[in-house]
Nanobody, 122 residues
Framework: QVQLTESGGGLVQPGGSLKLSCTTS????????MGWYRQAPGQRRELIAS???????RYAGSVEGRFTISRGNAKNTIYLQMDNLEPWDTATYYC????????????????WGQGTQVIVSS
């Protein structure tokens, strides 16, 4: 299984920004499709941003225009720049490698890291 390490969460006021990081145990010179998920208490985990092996990006409607996914110089690292955060963005954020299934991104493995918690509150 591919190991996943997320970091960068914290407490931020509404309207603030955070930048999350995710590093996998895959080859840093070979890009994989990767994505950011989030899970709020009592809610199912949802994919909010994805980046393909060719760096094509997709966003969920709830974050488009506010969040930006990017890849680092090490191809096994991705980031999520989150701007104009709102209380409903409060969740635990996870990353994972992705696979394409009939034009839909799915997690490529069942394993998940510990995630990083984001709390948006005044």
């Amino acid at each position: 299984q591919v190991q996943l390490t997320e970091s960068g969460g914290g407490l931020v006021q509404p309207g603030g920004s955070l930048k999350l990081s995710c590093t996998t145990s895959t080859n840093p010179s070979r890009p994989n499709a990767m994505g950011w998920y989030r899970q709020a208490p009592g809610q199912r985990r949802e994919l909010i941003a994805s980046i393909s092996w060719s760096d094509d990006k997709r966003y969920a409607g709830s974050v488009e225009g506010r969040f930006t996914i990017s890849r680092g110089n090490a191809k096994n690292t991705i980031y999520l720049q989150m701007d104009n955060l709102e209380p409903w963005d409060t969740a635990t954020y996870y990353c994972n490698i992705l696979k394409m299934d009939v034009s839909i991104w799915l997690p490529a493995q069942d394993y998940w890291g510990q995630g990083t918690q984001v709390i948006v509150s005044s």
